[in-house]
């Protein structure tokens, strides 16, 4: 066989130069793409490891916090329960005093009318008994008077005593 011809060797020269050129730019190029995907990766991995702390510590916190709203929860029910047994003693304790609630209602009403029935009794008292009478002028309501109250069984009774008013309470 024959030797190429010159120019086509310095063609071939310059065609391996630049595929020389070319693959050594391209490994350059794929050595920096290496170090770029190594210093993310690295990152990535620095990142992820803090955002795992994070979350480790978030949970953490969650069951603090799940745990003293569980502490807080028992001591309410707790509190609902005293605060319950407390109104039902309280309501026990207000039905066995209305019926004593009703009676002083019932004495207040009445207070004014008995005021008054007292005033009049004691006025009556402060006059003090009736004067003994004279038989020749009996006194109304005296005991031959038609305003004396009789049922008539006492009609045979000469000993009837005049009326004093005064106060028995």
């Known amino acids: 066989m024959s030797a190429p011809p010159p120019l086509q060797i310095r063609e071939a020269n310059a065609h391996l130069a630049a595929v020389h050129r070319r693959a050594a730019e391209l490994e350059a190029r794929l050595d920096a793409a290496e170090r770029t995907v190594r210093t993310q990766a ?18 953490r916190a969650k069951d603090r916090e799940i745990a003293a709203l569980q502490e807080q929860l028992l001591t309410s029910e707790a509190t ?3 605060l319950q047994a407390a109104v039902c003693q309280r309501d026990k304790l207000i039905r066995q ?7 002083l209602q019932d004495i207040c ?10 005033a009049t009794l004691a006025e ?9 009478s004279d038989p020749s002028h009996p006194l109304p309501g005296g005991p031959s008077s038609p305003l004396a109250n009789s049922t008539g069984e006492e009609e045979d009774r000469d000993h009837l005593q005049p009326a004093v008013f005064g106060t028995t309470v």
């Open 42 to 59: 690295e990152r990535l991995a620095r990142h992820d490891q803090q955002l795992r702390a994070a979350l480790d510590e978030l949970g």
């Open 80 to 82: 609902v329960q005293s």
């Open 97 to 103: 005093l209305q019926p004593r609630a009703e009676l």
């Open 109 to 118: 009403r009445r207070r004014p009318p008995l005021a008054g029935l007292m």
């Open 124 to 132: 009556a008292e402060r006059l003090g008994p009736l004067p003994a």
